[in-house]
């Protein structure tokens, strides 16, 4: 079974500071994303990425980076927390098999709370 | 970019009844339509997909189907049980180097 692994399942942080979330696959994926999770909005995709160091905006980056240096591992950081930045924050990854691609595997979630 | 829309956002059947929940998309080059279902607590996880050079998708109870002219496609359960409570996301794609949109997500309650 695939796994993907974040690293805390509830998180609190004060505003402004620097929070990283980390998500780790064990399948040899290429594809990875990070997407945040508000009642009544879905899924909302922040960056994605389709290979090591390579990183893609999605529809709501701003306030966030990523880092991918290793193929198992894409990192979400937040500069400097704000409160409108408290969510459910979940990470993905798909194996990339032919033009389409193949589904979604996803961690359990981080709940982020920023104070 | 593209824009997914759903409808309902909430839904309520009787067990045994059917459910219908209908996606828009808004990129006509989008081809890869798959449905994830979370449950309370849960992780998403992909009960159904679709992909553009086929119109209609069947496994056990659910069903996909799609329209490429009028850039929609719905979901249907049939015989609904309790377990089937949960919220049903929608998605649309490009290619597999292109970012996976979801729609907002359908809740559906089965009641028994």
């Known amino acids: 079974d695939v796994k993907v692994t974040q690293s805390s399942r509830y998180l609190v942080k004060r505003t402004g500071e620097k929070v990283f979330l980390e998500c780790v696959q064990d399948m040899d994926h290429e594809n990875m994303f990070w997407y945040r999770q508000d009642p009544g909005l879905g899924l909302r995709l922040i960056y994605f990425s389709y290979d090591v160091k390579m990183k893609e905006k999605g529809d709501i980056p701003e306030g966030y980076s990523v880092s991918r240096e290793k193929k198992e591992r894409f990192s979400l950081i937040l500069e400097s927390a704000s409160t409108n930045q408290t969510s459910m924050y979940l990470c993905?990854?798909?194996?990339?098999?032919?033009?389409?691609?193949?589904?979604?595997?996803f961690g359990s979630g981080t709940q982020l709370s920023v104070l | 970019g593209e824009n997914v829309e759903q409808h309902p956002s909430t839904l309520s059947v009787q067990e045994g009844d059917s459910a219908v929940i209908k996606c828009t998309y808004s990129d006509s080059a989008s081809n890869y339509f798959p449905w994830y279902k979370q449950e309370l607590g849960k992780r998403p996880q992909l009960i159904i997909d679709?992909?553009?050079?086929?119109g209609e998708k069947k496994d056990q109870r659910i069903a996909v189907t799609l329209n490429k002219t009028a850039k929609h496609f719905s979901l249907h359960i049939t015989e609904t049980q309790p377990e089937d409570s949960a919220v049903y996301f929608c998605?649309?794609?490009?290619?597999?180097?292109?970012?996976?949109?979801f729609g907002p997500g359908t809740s559906l309650s089965v009641i028994p």
């Open positions: 993905a990854s798909s194996k990339r098999l032919d033009r389409v691609g193949e589904k979604l595997f």
């Open positions: 679709i992909r553009s050079n086929v």
């Open positions: 998605a649309a794609r490009k290619t597999s180097y292109d970012k996976v949109i």
